[in-house]
């Protein structure tokens, strides 16, 4: 079972605990969260304006914010950390984790980066626009199993290389 950040109390080494934060509100993925979550022993928040159901088990947490533009966006934006993890279909709120050195995926499996951010950004922009005027209508195509599947693979691959990482760092500085 890992702890959650604020019960650690450590100042003398510099570590860091990799978390998964989820945007949950609409998050189609969040029984394949947890599976990877279990595998690797690893911390979850899902961050919404509601409650929901959880399963109940310690390592999976529940923070509610307040109703209010993007109160779940800053929260998330707030407490992530280099090498965590946040799940969003919001390309905005991606753009801002990158920002502070984390790894954002998309529902679908699909990694936010530094090299495909820009564009994934004007892309929705285009699309808004397009929909506000009546050219396009109705949203993404349903959600199927191999986009679970792909989902899966994708945020293995995310921790796998996190933990890479962990490998070549210097050892008062880890990630766990």
């Known amino acids: 079972m890992k702890w959650p950040r604020d019960q650690i109390q450590d100042k003398s080494k510099d570590f860091h605990l990799l978390h998964i934060f989820v945007d949950a509100d609409a998050c189609p993925v969040k029984q394949e969260i947890y599976r990877v979550a279990n595998r690797y022993r690893l911390g979850v928040t899902l961050v919404t304006n509601s409650r929901m159901r959880l399963p109940k088990e310690p390592w999976i947490a529940l923070k509610i914010v307040e109703d209010g533009f993007d109160a779940a966006d800053d929260w998330i934006v707030k407490q992530v950390q280099p090498y965590d993890i946040v799940i969003t279909a919001d390309i905005l709120l ?77 050892p008062d500085s880890k990630i766990i």
């Open 94 to 170: 991606a753009s801002r984790c990158l920002k502070k050195g984390a790894r954002t995926l998309g529902p679908s499996g699909n990694p936010f980066t530094e090299d495909n951010i820009g564009h994934a950004v004007a892309t929705r922009d285009l699309l808004s626009e397009l929909r506000s005027t009546g050219e396009i209508t109705g949203g993404p195509p349903p959600f199927k199993k191999r986009d679970r599947s792909r989902f899966l693979q994708k945020l293995d691959d995310a921790v796998q290389a996190i933990k890479r990482i962990d490998i070549e760092m210097e």
